[in-house]
Nanobody, 121 residues
Framework: QVQLVESGGGSVKAGGSLSLSCAASGRDLRTYWLGWFRQAPGKEREFVAV???????IYADSVKDRFTISRDNAKNTVYLQMNSLEPEDMGVYYC???????????????WGQGTQVTVSS
């Protein structure tokens, strides 16, 4: 059974930075696409970024040039560096894993429990 565990969420003022990590266990995910999604209260879960096994990545337009996704295949871990945070970035951030590329949350097989990111203005 695959387990994904996020860490690194917290509270920050607008313009600040946070770094999220997601460690996987139970299976070697080095050939999987690893994604980050977020969900604000009352809203649907939305795509943030995804990275392939070789490092190719895609970002949502809303976070491009502010967020950076990376992975360490040896550690089975994916990261999300978030800079210039805005109140609109606030929500629960989830990591997810799937064997195929997708920006659609329902396509992903495995999910973490989520970590809260709060951005105050």
């Amino acid at each position: 059974q695959v387990q994904l565990v996020e860490s690194g969420g917290g509270s920050v003022k607008a313009g600040g930075s946070l770094s999220l990590s997601c460690a996987a266990s139970g299976r070697d995910l080095r050939t999987y696409w690893l994604g980050w999604f977020r969900q604000a209260p009352g809203k649907e879960r939305e795509f943030v970024a995804v990275i392939g096994w070789s490092g190719g990545n895609i970002y949502a337009d809303s976070v491009k040039d502010r967020f950076t996704i990376s992975r360490d295949n040896a550690k089975n871990t994916v990261y999300l560096q978030m800079n210039s945070l805005e109140p609109e970035d606030m929500g629960v951030y989830y990591c997810a894993a799937d064997q195929s590329f997708s920006r659609v949350a329902t396509s992903y097989d495995y999910w973490g429990q989520g970590t809260q990111v709060t951005v105050s203005s």
